[in-house]
């Protein structure tokens, strides 16, 4: 069983940074046949997805349009981790974010909360 562990969220002011982590295991192969993605659930919206590896187009990373620019997606394959680097960060960043892995199924971490307030 795939398991999931977000870490790095916090309270930051408008304008701050962030890097989240999420480290896998129970992997079943190797970390990069995995395809991971970062979502979050912000207050009264739908869960979105925020960044992702498009498997099908060379793991060549993916955006929402609401971080683009501002949010990178990056892993590192040895430590079976992902990580988000969020700058520029807005009140509407405000969530939880969430990390997953899909290979021929889908695992959800727990989450950590990410506030941006003054």
């Known amino acids: 069983q795939v398991q999931l562990v977000e870490s790095g969220g916090g309270l930051v002011q408008p304008g701050g940074s962030l890097t989240l982590a999420c480290v896998a295991s129970?992997?079943?192969?190797?970390?990069?046949?995995?395809?991971m993605s970062w979502y979050r659930q912000t207050p009264g919206k739908e869960r979105e997805m925020v960044a992702d590896f498009d498997i099908v187009n060379r793991n060549r990373p993916f955006y929402g349009s609401a971080v683009k620019g501002r949010f990178t997606i990056s892993k590192d394959n040895a430590k079976n981790t992902v990580y988000l680097q969020m700058n520029n960060l807005e009140p509407g960043d405000t969530g939880v974010y969430y990390c997953?892995?899909?290979?021929?199924?889908?695992?959800w971490g727990r989450g950590t909360q990410v506030t941006v307030s003054s």
């Open positions: 129970g992997l079943t192969t190797t970390f990069d046949a995995y395809r």
């Open positions: 997953t892995a899909r290979r021929y199924g889908q695992w």
